[in-house]
């Protein structure tokens, strides 16, 4: 690696991670506010226990996003977070069953690459567990 990328890379390491954490605090955010209505969501998929569900999904989604995010226990937030995607993406995103869903079943499969490479590579020097 040239010495350019590996004084920055921290950085690159950083804005990955933040950018990875983002769309899971905000999701995990946004559900304790719309308790209700993603409780029906859920329930219109048939799911069994949809409020220990919601409770368990938004405690992935924000307590492991800010994990995430600090770097704190990063690789356990990242085997979480890709736990958890492999999930949403057969309940709600079925593409073999509905085409329609290709870009967020894509999409899901491009974040659970970027837990991958936390959970394998670690959340770098600015983090909290500084790995």
Do not use: C
């Amino acid at each position: 690696m040239n010495q350019t990328m590996n004084r920055y890379q921290p950085w690159g390491l950083l804005a990955g991670r933040l950018m990875l954490a983002y769309i899971f605090i905000l999701s995990g955010y946004d559900k304790i506010g719309g308790f209700a209505g993603t409780a029906k969501f859920m329930a219109s998929k048939n799911m069994p226990m949809v409020e220990v569900l919601l409770v368990a999904t938004i405690v992935v989604e924000l307590i492991g996003g800010l994990m995430l995010a600090v770097g704190w226990k990063a690789r356990w937030a990242a085997w979480a977070i890709f736990l958890f995607v492999i999930a949403v993406n057969f309940i709600f995103h079925p593409v073999w069953t509905d085409p329609g869903q290709a870009i967020s079943f894509n999409k899901n499969l491009a974040i659970m690459g970027g837990m991958l490479y936390v959970a394998f590579m670690g959340p770098g020097r600015l983090s909290l567990d500084k790995a």
